[in-house]
Structures are given as structure tokens and as C-alpha cells.
């Protein structure tokens, strides 16, 4: 059932707040894989449009809660919480900035497998928000369930397994010390990340259901 009432009215703002998520995951993924710190620059300009944007919508939801009562009135609440979330996600990209911009500066080298799974979580991220601005758009609850119980969990247990196998060749002497703190921060907040993406997608199915109830 497509969202619906006051709620439905604030969501094209949420719409451009993901759209432009993804264009930082994407300047994050040009900077490493061209070892660009421009990039991160432009990235870090981003990040205030996005701030701008979060504003924004929370002041348009503020607005709103002295308008409506009811499950309407909750229904706006959670869509406050689904904005703390994309802060989350906000904050924890600008966070990534501090080691990427690191391991460029400093010339530090990945090996290629470390390379090829830092892409793979970087795909795997455009892939959710990419479904998030269809479900703000479409109310798809598949796409729903693809990010809570699917594609999010996958990217978490993804960043916690390749912590936890950098670690132990960093045991073994299988890779450089001053590589591990570097990989092991953009993991931390990849990982963030995805926690938060569910987050976002579970209140959103909330917020249909209590529709759906309504109706």
C-alpha cells in the first residue's frame, strides 16, 4: 500500500536526503579506487547539502506534529526517527573520510583482496540506498524486506568478517601494521552504516503497516 496523508507529503525531501547519500558513497569509492583526495573534498562539501537537507525536513515535521493527531501524528514521529538514521549514515560517511584520506596521503597500500572487498561494500551500500529511494517513491515492501532482513544484515556480517580475518593475518605477519588501523576504520564505519540503512527500512514498514491499519 503506497504511503499515504501528511506523511506521504514529506517525502520527497527523504527522496533527495538518500539521493545525495549516494552520491557520497560514490565520491568514497571514486577517492579510493583513484587515490584522489579532491575527491574527498568535494565529498566533505557534499556532506553540508545533505545537513541542509536533514533540516529542512526535520523543521517540515516539527511543523506538521502540531497539525495532526493520532496515528498520523505517530506516524510523523517515526518519520523523525528515520531522519536520526540518515544522520547516522551522514556522519558515519563524513567519519570515512579520515582514514581514506589517510591511506592516499600517506601512500599507504591495501592489498588487492583488501581493495576488493572494500568495492564490494561500497556496491553493496548504493544498492541499498538506491532501494530506499524506490520504496520512498513506491512504498515497495520486497525492497523493504530486502534491506532489513537481507542485503543490511549480509553487509554487516560482511564488515565483521573481514575485521575479523584482517586481524588474524595481522597475527600471522601477513600484512603491514600501519595498513590495519586504516582498513579496519573504513570496515567500522561501512558496518555503521548498514545498521542504521536497516534501521531506516523497518521504520518505513512501520509506517506503511500503520497506514494499512488506517485505512
Do not use: W
Request: net charge negative; hydrophobic share 40%.
Amino acid at each position: 500500500m503506497p504511503f499515504s496523508g501528511p506523511v506521504k507529503d514529506q517525502l520527497d525531501l527523504f527522496g533527495a536526503v538518500v539521493d545525495n547519500l549516494a552520491i557520497m558513497v560514490e565520491m568514497a569509492r571514486s577517492a579510493f579506487n583513484h587515490q584522489c583526495r579532491q575527491v574527498l573534498a568535494e565529498m566533505e562539501h557534499h556532506k553540508v547539502i545533505v545537513e541542509e537537507e536533514i533540516a529542512l525536513a526535520t523543521e517540515r515535521i516539527d511543523s506538521l506534529l502540531s497539525e495532526i493527531s493520532g496515528k498520523e501524528q505517530v506516524g510523523a514521529i517515526k518519520l523523525h526517527s528515520v531522519l536520526s538514521h540518515l544522520q547516522i549514515v551522514t556522519e558515519a560517511l563524513s567519519e570515512l573520510v579520515h582514514p581514506l584520506r589517510r591511506q592516499i596521503s600517506e601512500g599507504v597500500p591495501f592489498s588487492p583482496k583488501a581493495c576488493s572487498q572494500i568495492n564490494e561494500l561500497f556496491k553493496g551500500h548504493l544498492e541499498i540506498l538506491r532501494a530506499l529511494a524506490d520504496i520512498l517513491k513506491t512504498d515497495n515492501e520486497v525492497l523493504k524486506a530486502y534491506i532489513s532482513d537481507d542485503k543490511g544484515p549480509q553487509l554487516c556480517s560482511q564488515c565483521i568478517e573481514y575485521a575479523t580475518d584482517h586481524e588474524a593475518r595481522l597475527i600471522e605477519g601477513l600484512c603491514t601494521p600501519h595498513a590495519a588501523p586504516l582498513y579496519l576504520g573504513i570496515l567500522d564505519c561501512l558496518r555503521v552504516m548498514a545498521q542504521h540503512e536497516i534501521s531506516v527500512a523497518k521504520l518505513l514498514q512501520q509506517i506503511s503497516q500503520m497506514s494499512e491499519d488506517a485505512s
